[in-house]
């Protein structure tokens, strides 16, 4: 079959386009690909298209963005040329670029298990980490999907969405409940403690989950009944 044309978003009113070097927009049978919209404080917080070309990328880009050291992220943003083990030229882009607000800025790789498994594969990072020029990163960080469980990608995108609407008054409330309350075992035990409608404390138990105020499993569900903690 011949093979399919990528898939070209058009102009977005009040939308950054994407800018990635390369298009993974694909159709494909076996792989997901993922269009999504963040914000960054490099960009003033307007929306952004990204691109990933796997669910498990989206997922690290999620905990990029729900980082509050974080001032930009870029999907596909560096392509490099590298020779492989045998002596065939080849192109990789990297597939995410987080910069910090200190300045440091990380390269992600993020492959499957059974990739990483390989002895070929390792050989390949270490050519692509060489041919990738010196001030693009400070580190790359080579992700694997498989650390990625569907359930924890499902509550970064929740806690990625809960961050988009902050209300600072009510984390603190919850958060100071939270300390100072020893018995509290599961979320819904602050519920009659917080003289707020249940749903508001919950989107505050996911807002301070996703700044790591809070812990929780994120291969679990979480929930009224998740068990939770705060961080020391």
């Known amino acids: 079959m011949p093979q399919q044309s990528k ?15 390369r298009n993974p927009g694909s159709r494909s049978s076996v792989a997901h690909r993922v269009w999504l919209t963040y914000r960054t404080l490099a960009n003033g917080f307007q929306p952004k298209v990204g691109i990933a070309e796997s ?17 930009d992220l870029r999907f596909q943003p560096l392509p490099v040329g590298f020779t492989d083990t045998d002596g065939k030229k080849r192109s990789y882009t990297h597939d995410l670029l987080a910069t910090f607000i ?8 993020v492959r499957n298990s059974e990739s990483l498994q390989k002895p070929s594969t390792w050989r390949d990072i270490e050519a692509i980490r060489a041919a990738t020029p010196k001030g693009a990163a400070d580190d790359l960080a080579i992700v694997n999907a498989a650390d990625y469980s569907r359930q924890r990608r499902e509550n970064l995108f929740r806690l990625h969405e809960a961050v ?6 009510t984390d603190e409330i919850v958060l100071w409940t939270a300390r100072n309350h020893k018995k509290i075992w599961l979320m819904r035990d602050l519920f009659p403690l917080v003289q707020m409608p249940q749903k508001t404390v919950f989107r505050s138990c996911l807002r ?9 499993n994120l291969d679990h569900v979480i929930a009224e009944w998740s068990r939770i903690d705060v961080s020391s």
């Open 164 to 169: 988009q609407s902050p209300d600072e008054a």
């Open 55 to 71: 669910a498990a990328e989206v997922a690290v880009g999620y905990e990029f963005l729900i980082d509050p050291e974080l001032y």
């Open 208 to 216: 301070l989950i996703a700044r790591g105020h809070l812990i929780a």
């Open 7 to 21: 898939i070209t978003l058009g102009r977005i009113h009040g939308v950054l386009p994407f800018d990635g070097t």
């Open 102 to 109: 200190d300045g440091r800025r990380r390269l992600v790789f």
